[in-house]
């Protein structure tokens, strides 16, 4: 089992920055990998940045440049630097744990980009 709580969300104007914490606890030492996903109402969720356990990073076309995920494997905490934000970015965001046979997701926390 893992669990995983997310913080950081709020509101934010355009053009704004937010860093996202998704906090790791259970059987971490099992995980392949761990990303962000986002869900804006009426759609479908959708994968934001993605970190394996190498390294290697995956972001979406619409966050490239702008948006950074990174983890402290001594704090067990993943992170997501968002800046640039804008409107369209505006969801509830999740962070995700990827373990042989299982995905384990975070509660979410709302970012919302207005002016």
């Known amino acids: 089992q893992v669990q995983l709580v997310e913080s950081g969300g709020g509101l934010v104007q355009p053009g704004g920055s937010l860093r996202l914490s998704c906090a790791a606890s259970?059987?971490?030492?099992?995980?392949?990998?761990m990303g962000w996903y986002r869900q804006a109402p009426g759609k479908q969720r959708e994968l934001v940045a993605r970190?394996?356990?190498?390294?290697?990073?995956k972001y979406a076309d619409s966050v490239k440049g702008r948006f950074t995920i990174s983890r402290d494997n001594a704090k067990n905490t993943l992170y997501l630097q968002m800046n640039s934000l804008q409107p369209e970015d505006t969801a509830v965001y999740y962070c995700?744990?990827?373990?042989?046979?299982?995905?384990?997701w975070g509660q979410g926390t709302q970012v919302t980009v207005s002016s």
């Open positions: 259970g059987s971490i030492f099992s995980v392949r990998a």
């Open positions: 995700n744990a990827d373990l042989p046979l299982m995905n384990y």
């Open positions: 970190i394996t356990i190498g390294g290697n990073t």
